[in-house]
């Protein structure tokens, strides 16, 4: 499995390095927070495997929507909506460990349903899938973007807190909250 996960992250590298070097350290990110939640090994290698992964979809977008600054159009903006679901696709034939391929395409779902692609809300998502998909708010606002530098960690976890309960799972935020205050996101250790 992990030779099939270095073979699509090398074919995504030479598309788009940027999204691969994203997936590693949301992957981290998550790992941090399984952790901190006491996952089960099971749990914790679908999320190592769906997080390396779950922007695979991304291979589906044009490259000047990926990189472009400023707004998107609301066009381009369901263009990028379709990554989960064209990354679920892809990974489909694959014999990967029960529900990684559910992981991938429910990383953009929403606590109050108002996610992505199938509206799920609560606990309808797996929690692998929340955890992924607050780590990826994380990586990418306290990270630099193509399209623009980084706003910072602790905007980051301002967002968290202002839509804990609201976007993201509450357990999920709590777990990732107590690891920024104790300095132990070792994607972002001073």
């Known amino acids: 499995m992990h030779a099939i996960t270095q073979v699509i992250e090398a074919t995504m590298a030479a598309r788009d390095p940027y999204t691969v070097e994203h997936q590693r350290r949301v992957t981290q990110i998550a790992l941090d927070i399984a952790a901190n939640l006491n996952l089960s090994a099971d749990s914790t290698e679908k999320l190592r495997i769906a997080g390396n992964l779950h922007d695979l979809g991304k291979v589906g977008v044009p490259t000047e929507i990926l990189v472009k600054p400023g707004r998107l159009t609301e066009l381009e903006f369901s263009i990028i909506k379709n990554h989960p679901m064209v990354g679920f696709e892809i990974l489909k034939p694959l014999d990967l460990p029960l529900s990684t391929t559910q992981i991938v395409v429910q990383h953009h779902e929403r606590w109050n349903g108002s996610g992505y692609p ?41 967002e968290l807190s202002l839509n804990k309960g609201v976007l993201y799972d509450p357990l999920v935020v709590d777990a990732c909250s107590q690891l920024y205050v104790e300095n132990k996101l070792t994607t972002f250790r001073n």
Request: hydrophobic share 50%; glycine share 10%; proline share 5%.
């Open 118 to 158: 199938h509206g799920l809300a609560g606990s309808d998502i797996l929690l692998e899938a929340r955890i992924i998909g607050v780590a990826d708010v994380v990586e990418a606002m306290a990270s630099n973007r193509p399209y623009r530098p980084a706003l910072g960690l602790a905007k980051a976890m301002s």
